[in-house]
């Protein structure tokens, strides 16, 4: 056997039907060591990095490929598979009865490089591969580190399908809130297309700009990759872009691959102003179905410890990375610093609590510092005038069916939906999460449209009446229903809900004490029946209640 090294695009693409029938023979279903993901790799960052592959032959045939990049440092190099930073998992390209022979033949080639440290991630227990170049290093006194990250995977190959199905679905409530979301307006499974393509990364960098996103999906030289990528498909390997809509708004997406009879899931995101609804679990749910009626079978969760990876999986296998240093003194100091602090990193990902501090806290900092403007620094002091003393004052008033007269004469508010929501944004999408988060409580929204504009709306609650502000909430009885947050009070809409709920006995109504609503209400016949006071100084809270006499 002997070694070609590969080092341009143009030299590697002589060689791509070799490529591809050895992975057609070996049926291999990693769509990161595809030739065609390989090639769009290197075409995108072949600038950042030295191409280093090895071809090898065996008489008059090619029998493996080592993908390999090389990165210049001032003192060292670093070699690494491609893909490094991008793909999940990798491998080695080989003819199965030749790989310990090739893994000798190119580890004896590589760790006679002076000044070089290797790092060889993504390569799963499940081929072997990581074990092989374990006992090459045993074998020949070589120093090496190993470690380890979960990849779960759902074996489709199950025969309790629908079953299976049911049952994850009603983990954390996923079913009914399944439910509860296609109430509130048409909810969609369907590919992202071409002209949805921005929208999806719109909403990932949405989903992200307040954490620590080490992905780089919306940014960069990476961002064209994945877009470039997105095109995808041939006759082994396809891009499959999933999206949830609700009301022709995308809500979640999955960017994934499928590889012969293997998906891997890839990038994701969902809104967080429909998190309550856990679209992405909703989305998981339809992307498997989807899947399975395609003879998919295996749905690879890829790699990490996220929950619902581990509520969805039915297998694990271990992705490794394996280290070694190249010849020399300086090799293996190097060597020993990278082990160090990939340890370090790998025991900081195993503790959840760190991992959410550094991705949701950090992140909120960091977005919060870069975005600091006027606007943010007077809410700071308003935060900190808040802190040292702040004054609210609400009475609550109170309207029985037997004592309200007045007859509607608009009779034209309507439910408010999903679909008004994303028609106004210009008074809804600032609050977007709030106002779903009420939808999901089943709290319910009316508005007035008057010539195609949004003219009044208001919230109704049939629990309780709750007055954030003063952090207020008590319970209400039955057949009574609190109205609130007003665009502007109409003592019609009262009449509304009276003519149109025969059941209803009690309206309660809510007004600070600086609001004009006061007169309103009292003009209108409502009887004040509490008055809810908070006073804070330096952190401290204090409430008070005063109930008043109905007359």
Same mark, same amino acid.
């Given at each position: 056997?002997?070694?070609?090294?590969?080092?341009?695009?143009?030299?590697?693409?002589?060689?791509?039907? %070799?490529?591809?029938?050895?992975?057609?023979?070996?049926?291999?279903?990693?769509?990161?060591?595809?030739?065609?993901?390989?090639?769009?790799?290197?075409? =995108?960052?072949?600038?950042?990095?030295?191409?280093?592959?090895?071809?090898?032959?065996?008489?008059?045939?090619?029998?493996?490929?080592?993908?390999?990049?090389?990165?210049?440092?001032? &003192?060292?190099?670093?070699?690494?598979?491609?893909?490094?930073?991008?793909?999940? /998992?990798?491998?080695?390209?080989?003819?199965?009865?030749?790989?310990?022979?090739?893994?000798?033949?190119?580890?004896?080639?590589?760790?006679?490089?002076?000044?070089?440290? &290797?790092?060889?991630?993504?390569?799963?227990?499940?081929?072997?591969?990581? !074990?092989?170049? $374990?006992?090459?290093?045993?074998?020949?006194?070589?120093? &090496?580190?190993?470690?380890?990250?979960?990849?779960?995977?759902? !074996?489709?190959?199950?025969?309790?399908?629908?079953? /299976?199905?049911?049952?994850?679905?009603?983990?954390?409530?996923?079913?009914?809130?399944?439910?509860?979301?296609?109430?509130?307006?048409?909810? %969609?499974?369907?590919?992202?297309?071409?002209?949805?393509?921005?929208?999806?990364?719109?909403?990932?960098?949405?989903?992200?700009?307040?954490?620590?996103?080490?992905?780089?999906?919306? $940014?960069?030289?990476?961002?064209?990759?994945?877009?470039?990528?997105?095109?995808?498909?041939?006759?082994?390997?396809?891009?499959?872009?999933?999206?949830?809509?609700?009301?022709?708004?995308?809500?979640?997406?999955?960017?994934?691959?499928?590889?012969?009879?293997?998906?891997?899931? @890839?990038?994701?995101?969902?809104? +967080?102003?429909?998190?309550?609804?856990?679209?992405?679990?909703?989305?998981?749910?339809?992307?498997?179905? +989807?899947? /399975?009626?395609?003879?998919?079978?295996?749905?690879?969760?890829?790699?990490?410890?996220?929950?619902? *990876?581990?509520?969805?999986?039915?297998?694990? +296998?271990?992705?490794?990375?394996?280290?070694?240093?190249?010849?020399?003194?300086?090799?293996?100091?190097?060597?020993?610093?990278?082990?160090?602090?990939?340890?370090?990193?790998?025991?900081?990902?195993?503790?959840?609590?760190?991992?959410?501090?550094?991705?949701?806290?950090?992140?909120?900092?960091?977005?919060?510092? @870069?975005?600091?403007?006027?606007?943010?620094? *007077?809410?700071?002091? $308003?935060?900190?005038?808040?802190?040292?003393?702040?004054? /609210?004052?609400?009475?609550?008033?109170?309207?029985?069916?037997?004592?309200?007269?007045?007859?509607?004469?608009?009779?034209?508010?309507?439910?408010?939906?999903?679909?008004?929501?994303?028609?106004?944004?210009?008074?809804?999408?600032?609050?977007?999460?709030?106002?779903?988060?009420?939808?999901?409580?089943?709290?319910?929204?009316? =508005?007035?449209?008057?010539?195609?504009?949004?003219?009044?709306?208001?919230?109704?609650?049939?629990?309780?009446?709750?007055? !954030?502000?003063?952090?207020?909430?008590?319970?209400?009885?039955?057949?009574?229903?609190?109205?609130? %947050?007003?665009?502007? &009070?109409?003592?019609?809409?009262?009449?509304?809900?009276?003519?149109?709920?025969?059941?209803?006995?009690?309206?309660?109504?809510?007004?600070?004490?600086?609001?004009?609503? $006061?007169?309103?209400? +009292? !003009?209108?016949?409502?009887?004040?029946?509490?008055?809810?006071?908070?006073?804070?100084?330096?952190?401290?809270?204090?409430?008070?209640?005063?109930?008043?006499?109905?007359?």
């Amino acid at each position: 056997m002997n070694i070609k090294k590969i080092t341009s695009i143009e030299e590697l693409m002589n060689y791509r039907d %070799d490529w591809d029938n050895i992975l057609q023979r070996n049926q291999n279903n990693n769509p990161f060591i595809e030739f065609e993901w390989i090639r769009q790799w290197l075409l =995108c960052f072949h600038e950042s990095y030295d191409i280093l592959i090895y071809a090898v032959w065996h008489e008059q045939e090619i029998i493996a490929f080592f993908p390999f990049i090389k990165k210049k440092r001032l &003192f060292n190099n670093f070699i690494y598979f491609v893909g490094f930073g991008q793909a999940n /998992y990798m491998d080695i390209v080989v003819q199965k009865e030749w790989e310990v022979q090739a893994i000798q033949l190119v580890m004896g080639e590589l760790l006679r490089l002076k000044r070089s440290v &290797f790092i060889l991630h993504g390569l799963l227990d499940s081929t072997g591969t990581a !074990d092989a170049i $374990k006992r090459y290093c045993t074998d020949h006194r070589i120093s &090496f580190h190993g470690s380890q990250t979960v990849a779960p995977y759902i !074996d489709l190959s199950m025969d309790n399908f629908n079953d /299976y199905i049911e049952k994850r679905m009603k983990r954390h409530g996923g079913d009914r809130k399944e439910k509860r979301l296609k109430k509130l307006g048409h909810v %969609d499974f369907r590919s992202v297309d071409k002209e949805q393509l921005e929208a999806m990364f719109h909403l990932h960098e949405k989903r992200w700009h307040a954490k620590m996103d080490t992905s780089g999906f919306t $940014k960069g030289q990476t961002h064209e990759f994945y877009k470039s990528l997105s095109t995808l498909k041939n006759e082994v390997i396809e891009t499959k872009l999933d999206g949830l809509y609700i009301e022709e708004q995308l809500v979640a997406f999955f960017y994934g691959f499928v590889c012969r009879d293997r998906y891997v899931l @890839y990038v994701l995101a969902h809104d +967080d102003d429909f998190g309550v609804f856990s679209p992405g679990r909703i989305l998981l749910k339809e992307a498997i179905k +989807d899947r /399975y009626s395609n003879q998919v079978q295996n749905f690879d969760l890829s790699i990490g410890y996220e929950s619902y *990876k581990l509520d969805w999986n039915t297998g694990m +296998d271990q992705s490794n990375k394996v280290m070694m240093p190249g010849k020399g003194m300086l090799s293996r100091l190097i060597f020993w610093y990278i082990v160090f602090k990939d340890t370090l990193i790998h025991n900081m990902k195993m503790n959840r609590r760190l991992v959410h501090f550094k991705r949701n806290t950090l992140g909120r900092l960091k977005s919060y510092l @870069y975005g600091m403007d006027a606007t943010s620094l *007077k809410r700071i002091g $308003k935060a900190i005038k808040g802190f040292l003393f702040q004054n /609210y004052v609400y009475e609550i008033y109170q309207m029985d069916r037997e004592m309200f007269e007045k007859q509607s004469k608009s009779g034209n508010f309507q439910m408010l939906t999903v679909k008004e929501l994303y028609e106004y944004p210009s008074v809804f999408q600032e609050n977007m999460d709030q106002i779903v988060k009420r939808l999901f409580k089943k709290e319910q929204g009316y =508005c007035l449209i008057h010539n195609g504009q949004l003219a009044n709306y208001y919230w109704v609650n049939e629990a309780e009446v709750r007055i !954030d502000h003063v952090d207020f909430a008590n319970p209400i009885s039955e057949n009574s229903l609190f109205v609130y %947050d007003w665009a502007e &009070f109409d003592v019609n809409a009262i009449a509304e809900l009276f003519k149109k709920n025969k059941k209803l006995n009690s309206i309660y109504v809510a007004a600070s004490s600086k609001s004009k609503d $006061k007169k309103l209400f +009292d !003009d209108q016949g409502f009887s004040k029946v509490h008055r809810i006071m908070k006073q804070t100084f330096f952190g401290f809270s204090f409430f008070k209640k005063r109930d008043f006499q109905i007359n």
